[in-house]
């Protein structure tokens, strides 16, 4: 039931972000930009981000949306070779979608390494960031929309 209220938190900012934009004079043409947050590791969680990814990217495709899913703290097992669940859809959906960006907190991959006495390696669809905080507050700045599903 939290999922499922989370999901329509979701979709209630995607639209309160779009359709404004749409009504101000937007074209179907310009490019909206979406901020996904990955900050829990469990594998509803992490399906749940990825649905709603491939969702905006099925509606907005022809409109050159933009999607970034930011992933930090435990949330980085999304794109942890060792140990994501959702390996396969991540890099499914990475090799589809050329407007689609993936990114890793460099500080929580650090920290996993020295608390795990080993490299963690991340995904190669997964580019790093210096900090995923510092990420999504910098695509928030640049206008980009936020949700944390």
Known sequence: MQSMRKLMLGVA??????????????????????????????PKILNLALNNVENMIAEYKKLGKKVEVVAYGPGLDIFREDKSPVKARVQTIGLANQNVTFSACTVTHGKAEKSEGHAVKIMSEA??????????????RNGWAYIKP
Request: aromatic residues 4%; neutral net charge.
């Open 13 to 42: 900012v995607l639209f309160a972000t779009v359709l404004p934009a749409l009504a101000q004079g937007a074209k179907p043409t310009d490019t909206y930009k979406v901020a996904l947050q990955v900050s829990e590791s469990d």
């Open 127 to 140: 580019k790093m960031v210096p900090s995923g905080v510092l990420r999504l507050v910098e695509l928030q």
